[in-house]
């Protein structure tokens, strides 16, 4: 079964509304969780580090004013993109490391965003 | 940051067909695994192969981790098998950040 977590599976909204992605461990705690993004038929970006309890690491060109994460608890972390624009349409995926399973890293399900 | 060189790029095989997937990295890394990517975007775990051989199926990967290259073997290929498959590599100072590939697309024909 899934280990990793991610909600919603798609989304569309409206330009200038916001919008959270929720991605959750299962069965482990997380303290850390990561954010990646694709585009069509690309390879995945890795956005930001999530820290639990404490901010996130951004990757170089990524605005974190647009793109913010949060990490409440040990086992979710939520990215909220702000101010969506058509740009911003693209599949988000969330991943944590299962310390529990030789470390093995696993994906949530991805989030489909469409802005319109 | 860590470069990660997959070939080929594009594969199309008939089904039955074997193939092999190269993922070759620019320094060492802690974890490689490959991954399977469906229509659906989801990533599946196929490997988690840091070193050796390992077998699941029609699906086996060998890491010589001293030489910093992996390979995906396909055996008997089937229609379902089609998608993007990519490697990463666990590196750097944060424990859990991938570095990915570009990904193999493999198209397989009934």
């Known amino acids: 079964g899934a280990v990793v977590s991610q909600h919603p599976s798609r989304v569309i909204c409206k330009s200038g509304t916001s919008v959270k992605i929720e991605c959750r461990s299962l069965?482990?705690?997380?303290?850390?969780m990561f954010w990646y993004r694709q585009f069509p038929k690309k390879s995945l970006m890795l956005m930001a580090t999530?820290?639990?309890?404490?901010?996130?690491?951004?990757e170089q060109g990524v605005e974190k004013d647009k793109f913010l994460i949060n990490h409440a608890s040990l086992t979710l972390s939520t990215l909220t993109v702000t101010s969506a624009h058509p740009e911003d349409s693209s599949f988000y995926i969330c991943?944590?490391?299962?310390?529990?399973?030789?470390?093995?890293?696993?994906f949530g399900e991805g989030s489909w965003l469409t802005v319109v | 940051g860590i470069q990660v060189e997959q070939s080929p790029p594009d594969l199309i095989l008939q089904e039955g067909a074997n193939s092999t997937l190269r993922c070759n990295f620019s320094d060492s890394v802690n974890n490689l695994q490959w991954f399977h990517q469906n229509p659906w975007g989801q990533l599946i775990n196929l490997f988690y192969i840091p070193s050796g051989t390992k077998q699941n199926g029609r699906l086996s990967a060998t890491t010589v981790a001293t030489e910093r290259y992996s390979l995906l073997y396909i055996s008997s290929s089937q229609t379902t098998d089609s998608g993007v498959y990519f490697c990463a590599g666990e590196g750097g100072s944060t424990l859990g950040r991938l570095y990915f590939g570009r990904g193999t697309q493999l198209t397989v024909w009934p």
């Open positions: 069965d482990f705690q997380a303290t850390t």
């Open positions: 999530s820290n639990e309890g404490s901010k996130a690491t951004y």
């Open positions: 991943s944590a490391r299962h310390p529990g399973s030789g470390n093995t890293i696993y």
